[in-house]
């Protein structure tokens, strides 16, 4: 989470607070759902909870919306408290997976409905309507039914709907979840800038990385009803805190050290089974933890030619070559240990490796960082 005096921290007079949660802990029989999380989402920020199934993510959406209730607690928009207010006047509304459509009604009709169920003025509703319908680019579409749109244009019809209401917050659950991968792909970008044009607070649910790191100011990333680590993509990418976060989110190489020893200025040394290895700068551990794991992202190895010697360079051999497309996959084996390498396919054959080739592998000592289990 950012820190007092960092960019995007709540202490910077600029950031103000559009949901804060605080203690929340949720337990349906013996399953604990959530377990004392506190968070705070700033106004106009797309916010994302990530994780696997049954973490606590959508049991959280679902008390930040007054869906559910927390066994203890507090959530707060806007600065008041919500544990009185029925979700019906909160000011959020939420995108279901599922659309929720009306099968009998429009698409105009479904997006006008949250609006005469407030009585609102009948020309009043119809330019709102088509504004809303033109906001995610299905004006066209308004005298359709349901089951005349596909999962695309139904996704748009849900996402108008809510966003008729002027919400604070957006609350949205796996709302792509359904929908083939290539128009997940294209959602997603079209989301993202829906909501820097309109400024409202989306906190957006979803088990799928990518989705996250894609769309996100910033990321929770929960298990277990508790959150491991919050941060923005990179800094949750680049800097994981623990093995979770490291291989939650993309793939990573996990190494243990049992000793380590002072280098240069903000060095380490680190003995491993791939021998000694320089960890540089804030990937070194701290002092007194005998042994950690480091860890290193399968794109940040280099694969060099056979024979190749220098500082944290390791003789392997290639056990699997997965091509791709745009890059490959490279499945090692260096001092005893499988190593997991990517490398992008610039020309065609450029890495012509196969399986029982001999090559070095260098582990950068930037790209090093040592976890804190």
Known sequence: MAQPGEPGSLSSPDARAAVEVSGLSRRFGSFQALDNVSLTIREGEFFS???????????????????????????????EAMERIPAHRRPV??????????????????????????????????ERVAR??????????????????????????????????????????????????????????????????????FIFVTHDQEEALVMSDRIALMRAGQIE???????????????????????????????????????????TPLGTLRVEGGGAPTAGRESFTLAI?????????????????????????????????????AGGRPLLAYAMNETRGAHELEPGASLTVHLPAASLLALED
């Open 49 to 79: 909870l990530l994780g696997p199934s049954g973490c606590g993510k959508t049991t959280l959406l679902r008390i930040i919306g007054g869906l559910d209730l927390a066994d203890s607690g507090s959530v707060a928009i806007g600065g």
């Open 297 to 333: 992202r399968p794109e940040k190895l280099r694969l060099l030619p056979a024979g190749e010697t220098g500082e944290n360079r390791v003789p392997a051999r290639v056990s699997q070559v997965i091509y791709i497309g745009s890059e490959s996959h490279f499945q090692l084996e």
């Open 93 to 126: 509304n939420t995108v279901f997976q599922s659309y929720a459509l009306f099968p009998h009604m429009t698409v105009a009709e479904n997006v006008a409905f949250g609006l005469r169920m407030k009585k609102i003025a009948a020309a009043d509703i119809a």
């Open 132 to 201: 809303a319908l033109e906001m995610v680019q299905i004006g066209s579409f308004a005298s359709r039914k349901p089951a005349q749109l596909s999962g695309g244009q139904k996704q748009r019809v849900a996402l108008a709907r809510a966003l008729i209401n002027e919400p604070r917050v957006l609350l949205l659950d796996e709302p792509l979840g359904a929908l083939d991968l290539k128009l997940r792909k294209e959602l997603q970008v079209e989301l993202h800038t829906l909501q820097r044009r309109l400024g409202i607070t």
């Open 229 to 271: 680590q919050i941060g923005d993509a990179e800094e949750i990418y680049e800097r994981p805190r623990n093995r979770f976060v490291s291989q939650f989110l993309g793939s990573c190489n996990l190494i243990e050290a049992r000793g380590w020893s002072p280098g240069g200025a903000g060095e380490s040394l680190a003995e």
